[in-house]
């Protein structure tokens, strides 16, 4: 549709910015036949001179230019209520004691408290009294399964280098720590509490240069020795970029150890017999499948697998007879269902002292509660078990040691963070146990569930929020997505989307290929040759909120990070008229070099390696940086950027903006806002707040989203809860 003056409805006029000198180098290298051109190599380069110059005159920029946005302030306050609603976890048990986080509003980071039998409740760790400048996150935690002691990860400025503390939960104390190395380290705990197995790098002096991020080992190690002491128990011969789980039984008898290459969807499984001879056999190994596995107090070995089953399968062996560990030999609990995919299980005990299973289900998205019979009964669903709406379950927990009791976590998009309490005694519903506060009323919002239809046909699930439910009138709309790494994008309490529905706006969700929405299956979809697929599921999502009436392409903003920066960078480069303005948050986006900063040499089995002639042709496909066309006219792009981000390096930013204020030819703005001390993770609430208010101020001006209906104090009355609604 077209207005009278004949530019596109909800079209924003901006006048042409000038922008910082960004040198273009003349540099073309010959990869396996294909000439691949870099002109902002430089910005790749933290010290360089030019690029040093050049991030100093973008943050004036952007800094100029997001202050002069007529809706920052009115959503600057609007978030500040709503970022600051709290948020609860599903509570850890050990021993009688509860272990859980919890986030007032008005809080910067959770605290982690304990809960006594008795029902006392004390604070264990605030990250803000370890240090009041906020820039300290609580990585992990681990109670001991005595509940006497906690092994704890923290790390500062957003480097997610976790160091590795011990504390006595009687006295509050550290007994040990900091043990550095640690990052993205589990923990587990052998009975009596002084000793644990954990995950530690190598020592850079140990690795090759520019490989100190890689070289994990699982070590045994013993409380308030020195970690030099510690004792290797796997990882030698591995590949450089495994991650490793430890697991252990409550008896201390058993321990599992998995691995898996990056983030390849795929790991190797062992099993030792710690009261044997403790060595490590294979349960799975070079097998393309995920699975996890434990053993509970039942002594058997529960495996929760998508072997055979990619929308996954719980199922029980003997952990003491190898011959039970082939998967012909498995013993389904919890079969794979049609159309629906396993995510969580908790054991719990049952009326006559059987076992239940409480098995979490996602169907289009949403996640169902059920509860199941235990592995000496036929594999049957016994309840559903109603949930307190149409959203996700975060977790479920019960007792390693025994109960009639667990405990479920749960949000949709207008509910925090909140657990609910539920029993065997009365196994068809749940009840209230802790729920999060709000500092402000939640505006009323409506979700509208339907389907896009992307280029292959293939249907694409779209959660659309608004105020009425009505897509009877267009308005300012965004779209956000991620489409990778088997994440699934299910109903979560969300500040910007409600901030952006209370100002009139439309937010909408798709549920790409590359997610776990629909199990493994969907998610290779996704990947590596197939990654088309995904920017080709996010376009029929925007087109289709056109077609419905929801939105115009003037009007449309699309919105992504990490991953989903990617997501967004392709969209913009591969279909630059699909929206008018695009935020694009801590991207990955030169696809050719990627794997040689950050974490990204991780995520070659998600993506292809430059380093394969015909996975740099998967990559140079679809690559942002290398699709911009000198003349396109683009819309109006924010990168977002962290300096301390060690997972994706802010030179793929940096070198996509200055391409874009190159080559664009449509006059609207480009601008690069970047951040210090924080990284690709947690952060305090307040910096969320000034980030969130600068994105979608950005998205509202260039959606034509009026300041006046972004502070209109009269959206915010009504309910906390969502109405849901299906249309095909």
């Not at 991650?243 to 599992?256: K, M, Q």
């Not at 694009?584 to 292809?608: H, I, K, Q």
């Not at 707040?689 to 979608?696: E, K, P």
Request: with cysteine.
């Amino acid at each position: 549709p077209r207005a009278p003056g004949g530019e596109p409805r909800g079209a924003v006029t901006v006048a042409r910015m000038r922008y910082p000198e960004a040198p273009r180098l003349d540099l073309v290298e010959h990869l396996h036949g294909h000439p691949v051109a870099d002109p902002y190599r430089w910005l790749e380069e933290d010290d360089d001179p030019r690029a040093q110059a050049w991030l100093a005159a973008q943050d004036e920029l952007a800094a100029g230019s997001l202050a002069e946005l007529p809706a920052r302030a009115a959503f600057a306050g609007r978030l500040g209520e709503l970022v600051h609603a709290g948020a609860v976890g599903v509570p850890v048990w050990r021993a009688g004691r509860a272990f859980s986080v919890r986030r007032d509003p008005g809080q910067e980071h959770a605290v982690l408290r304990v809960r006594e039998p008795d029902g006392d409740e004390r604070v264990l760790l605030d990250p803000m009294a370890i240090d009041p400048a906020g820039t300290t996150t609580l990585d992990a935690w681990a109670p001991s399964w005595e509940g006497d002691r906690l092994a704890y990860q923290l790390s500062t400025g957003g480097d997610e280098e976790s160091r590795l503390f011990v504390l006595d939960v009687a006295t509050g104390e550290d007994v040990e720590g900091p043990v550095d190395r640690c990052r993205y380290s589990p923990v587990a705990w052998l009975p009596g509490g002084e000793e644990l197995f954990y995950v530690r790098r190598l020592a850079p002096d140990r690795v090759p240069a520019g490989e100190e991020q890689f070289h994990r080992r699982v070590w045994r190690h013993r409380v308030g020795t020195s970690p030099d002491d510690d004792g290797l128990v796997h990882g030698e011969g591995c590949d450089p970029t495994t991650y490793f789980g430890v697991r252990t039984s409550r008896d201390g008898r058993w321990l599992v150890v998995s691995g898996s290459a990056g983030t390849a969807p795929r790991d190797d499984v062992w099993l030792a017999d710690l009261a044997g001879d403790g060595r490590l056999r294979e349960l799975q190994v070079g097998v393309d499948a995920q699975t996890a596995a434990w053993v509970a107090r039942d002594g058997r070995l529960w495996l929760l697998s998508d072997r055979d089953a990619p929308r996954w399968r719980l199922a029980v062996a003997d952990p003491g007879d190898p011959a039970s560990w082939a998967p012909a030999a498995w013993r389904d609990v919890v079969p794979e269902q049609p159309d629906a995919v396993l995510s969580d299980v908790a054991l719990v005990d049952g009326p006559d002292g059987d076992l239940r299973v409480v098995a979490v289900h996602a169907v289009d998205a949403t996640d169902r509660l059920s509860v199941w019979a235990g592995p000496d009964g036929a594999a049957e669903r016994l309840h559903d078990v109603a949930t307190p709406g149409a959203g996700s379950i975060s977790g479920v927990s019960a007792p390693p040691e025994g109960g009639r009791d667990a405990w479920v976590g749960y949000t949709d998009y207008a509910t925090p963070p909140s657990v609910h309490a539920w029993t065997v005694d009365d196994p068809g519903r749940l009840a209230g146990w802790e729920r999060a506060g709000v500092a402000g009323e939640v505006p009323p919002v409506t979700v509208v569930e339907t389907h896009a239809t992307s280029a292959d046909g293939t249907p694409v699930h779209l959660f659309v929020l608004s105020a009425d439910g009505h897509p009877d009138r267009t308005r300012p709309a965004v779209l956000y997505g991620y489409g990778g790494f088997n994440v699934a994008l299910t109903p979560a309490y969300s500040a910007q989307a409600l901030a952006w529905v209370a100002a009139g706006g439309v937010w909408a969700v798709a549920n790409l290929r590359g997610g776990s929405e629909h199990g493994e299956e969907w998610h290779r979809a996704g990947m590596r040759e197939r990654k088309q697929n995904v920017f080709d599921d996010f376009a029929a999502a925007g087109e289709h909120l056109v077609a419905q009436g929801w939105t115009t392409h003037g009007q449309l903003g699309v919105m992504g990070g990490s991953n989903g920066g990617l997501l967004v960078g392709a969209t913009l480069t591969q279909r630059p008229g699909l929206a008018a303005a695009v935020v694009c948050s801590a991207p990955l986006l030169d696809m050719v070099r990627y794997e040689r900063f950050g974490l990204g040499r991780t995520w070659s089995d998600e993506y292809g390696t430059a380093e394969d002639p015909e996975q740099l042709g998967w990559l140079l496909g679809y690559s942002p940086y290398h699709a911009v066309r000198d003349g396109a006219a683009y819309p109006a792009v924010l990168f977002t950027t962290f300096e301390s981000d060690t997972r994706v390096h802010p030179l793929h930013a940096r070198k996509l903006a200055a391409a874009l204020q190159h080559a664009s030819s449509s006059g609207a703005p480009v601008l690069l806002r970047r951040e210090t001390a924080v990284g690709h993770g947690a952060r305090a609430v307040s910096r969320t707040v000034g980030l969130a208010a600068d994105q979608l101020a950005f998205l509202a001006r260039h959606t034509a989203l009026a300041a006046d209906d972004a502070a209109a104090p009269d959206r915010r009355l009504g309910g906390p809860q969502p109405d849901r609604r299906r249309s095909a």
